[in-house]
Structures are given as structure tokens and as C-alpha cells.
């Protein structure tokens, strides 16, 4: 395994390490410090609900560090999910240096949910399941091929089904849609399939390695 990895699921699953690799930067040991600096924005913004940690560790960036690409984006991710900005968030995830989406995996089902919802009480009567799966991030390149989009066609259309979306084929197109109106009121968030025993599926240390492989 990476040591990168292997480090970043300590992390994710112990604040204490964060405080060690601190000490460690303190007394001049070599790392990856601006890169991990990001990851520990992201952490302590998707898995603490503290808000005095999250503004302790903005408030400890140096000048340097927030001129680091990684923690720029990462500033960047905390403004899209604080504003509720989905939109914004599933650019940045496309694009993400580093380990930095697979840390924003952790948060993307979550997003993904929120977003529908928005949408569904924004939208009338209709929206595009195309639409849908470009904004949410269902295809990840930016360049997109017929095969790509296939998939996050599919991929997409199997998800807004296990959330409660109702979908419908527009007569004239041939296009399938989602139907806001009766969605808004049938949305639901599953139970995870793979929940551990602390109730964060997100933190189940194979599953992380899965995404981040």
C-alpha cells in the first residue's frame, strides 16, 4: 500500500494523528506538509461537526500553504459545501490534485442528495437525466466520449432510483426525466449496504482503499 494512503486512512480515522504529523513538521521532519495541510482541511470539513476545528485549521495555514494548488482546492471545496454550492463542488471534484477526491468521495453521496433535492423543488416539471448526471459528477473526465456518457447515464439512472426519484420518458424526444414534482415528496437517503459498526460507512478503512486505489 502507499505510504501516502496508508497515512491519509490513519488520519481519517484518528484526529490524534494529525497532531503527531504536526509535531513531526515542527521538529523539521521531511513530508508532504502543504499536501496534508489540504487533507486535513478536508477531514476536519467533512467529518467534524466542531466548527472551532475547522477554523483552527484555516486560521493555522501559512502564507504558503494557501498558495499550495492542493489547499487552494481545498478552500475551494469548503466554500462550495458551505454555501451549498453542488454545482461548484462537482467541478472541483473533476479536477481535484492529489488524494483530494478521494476524500471528497466521502462527502459526494451526501452532495449528490442535497443537490436532488434542490433540484427537485427548483425545477418544473421536468429536468433532463443527462443534465442530471453531467452536474453530479457521474462522469468524472471532462473530455466525454459516447462510452462515458453511457455510463453515467446509467450509473446516474440507477442512483436517482434508489434515492426515490421518479422518472418519466418525454413523448416528443424520447428523453428520460426526471419528474420533479412527484419526486420532491418521494426522495429518501438508503442504508448504506456496507454501514460499520460505529454507523460511518464512509470511514470503514476497505472501503476507502477501494476509492483510493
Known sequence: INS???LIIIFCNT??????????????????????????????????????????SMASLSKEARLDETVKHALAVHSAVSSGNYV???????????????????????????AIKCMSKSYRPTVPVRYV?????????????????????????????AHGAVLTVDENSGELQIDTKVSSASLYMP?????????????AVDDFLARAS
Open 4 to 6: 501516502l494512503v496508508s
Open 191 to 203: 442504508e448504506p449496504d456496507n454501514a460499520v459498526s460505529h454507523g460511518d460507512a464512509s470511514l
Open 15 to 56: 484526529w490524534q494523528c494529525q497532531s503527531q504529523l504536526t509535531r513531526l513538521y515542527g521538529e523539521g521532519i521531511a513530508g508532504c506538509h502543504l499536501e496534508f495541510s489540504a487533507y486535513n482541511l478536508l477531514c476536519v470539513m467533512l467529518h467534524s461537526n466542531n466548527k472551532r476545528d475547522l477554523l483552527s
Open 88 to 114: 461548484m463542488f462537482f467541478k472541483l471534484y473533476k479536477k481535484a490534485p492529489g488524494l483530494n477526491s478521494c476524500l471528497m468521495d466521502l462527502y459526494v453521496e451526501r452532495m449528490r442528495f442535497e
Open 133 to 161: 448526471t453531467r452536474v453530479l459528477g457521474f462522469t468524472r473526465v471532462d473530455v466525454l466520449c459516447e462510452a462515458n456518457v453511457a455510463d453515467g447515464l446509467e450509473e446516474c439512472e440507477e442512483w436517482l432510483k
